[in-house]
């Protein structure tokens, strides 16, 4: 569903990533672990050209983003969902109105269309009675489920997740991860950088271990938490366990 094909990155003359390839199958839970600068997040945001690769292919369902004009960019944009760290709601409008803006805004969907999904989507991450709520009203947790919701609301073909639930209480992880595992449960296919271990050996399909630009490591998270085979990822993992 999504490719990325020896994807390099470079800013100025640092190289940030190095000959990159990573596949993620329709319905797969890919997990992406390595230590802060290892060219996650770059990684990530290359996969929509929010960085421009230096070189390389990403493909999302057999087209070629890397390749395509402003307006398929835009188009290929809307088929791949992103979540942050931050939660990036608009501080003005209720938690509805930021689930239906991009879609009236980007999809053109009619305004009752735009709301029925909303509101479903609200559903789905367990916030429909909060749809009349402004963003301050709700805690960091509730905050990144509506990111969530908003995000979904647009038909994406794949979820890419950075750090979803790096800037959160402990107490509100749960409630986020388990919305990300409902997801996966539905079938959806997912790109996930996150710290939580925890949650990659229960709902990972593969663990990537990736530092100083590469990919060092992938398997099966048994495989990866249980018996790392380079000695980068086991001290990596010995110091994050
Ligand atoms: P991670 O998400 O794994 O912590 P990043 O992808 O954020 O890593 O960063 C990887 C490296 O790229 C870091 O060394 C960072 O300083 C560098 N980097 C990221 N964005 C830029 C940029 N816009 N300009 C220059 N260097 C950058
Ligand atoms: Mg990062």
């Known amino acids: 569903m999504l490719e990325i094909a020896a994807l390099e990155k470079r800013f100025g003359d640092t190289q940030v990533l190095r000959n990159i390839n990573l596949r993620v ?26 960085e ?4 390389g292919a990403i493909m999302l369902d057999g087209q070629n983003i890397t390749g395509c004009g402003a307006q398929a960019l835009n188009r290929m944009r809307l088929q791949l969902g992103m979540v942050f760290q931050g939660f990036h709601l608009y501080p003005h409008m209720n938690v509805l109105k930021n689930v239906m803006l991009a879609q009236e805004k ?30 301050s009203d709700l805690s960091g947790g509730q905050q990144q489920r509506v990111a969530i919701a908003r995000a979904l609301a647009l038909d994406p ?39 939580e271990m925890g949650f990659a050996r229960e709902a990972a399909d593969r663990v990537i271990f990736m530092d100083a630009g590469v990919v060092v490591e992938e398997g099966t998270p048994d495989q990866i938490f249980g018996a790392p085979k380079m000695a980068r990822t086991q001290e990596f993992l010995s110091r994050v366990s």
Do not use: W, Y
Not at 52 to 55: Q, R
Not at 162 to 189: C, F, H, I, N, Y
């Open 25 to 50: 199958a329709p319905g797969e839970l890919v997990f992406v672990i390595g230590p802060s600068g290892s060219g996650k997040s770059t990684m990530l945001r290359c996969c929509n050209r929010l």
């Open 52 to 55: 421009e690769p230096t070189s």
């Open 106 to 135: 980007a999809l053109k969907r009619p305004r009752p269309e735009a709301q029925a999904r909303a509101m479903a989507m609200l559903e789905q991450v367990g916030l429909a009675h909060k749809a009349d709520a402004m963003p």
């Open 157 to 195: 073909k794949v979820m890419l997740f950075d750090e979803p639930t790096s800037a959160l209480d402990p107490e509100l992880v749960g409630s986020v991860l388990k919305v990300m595992k409902d997801l996966r449960q539905a079938g959806m296919t997912m790109l996930v950088v996150s710290h």
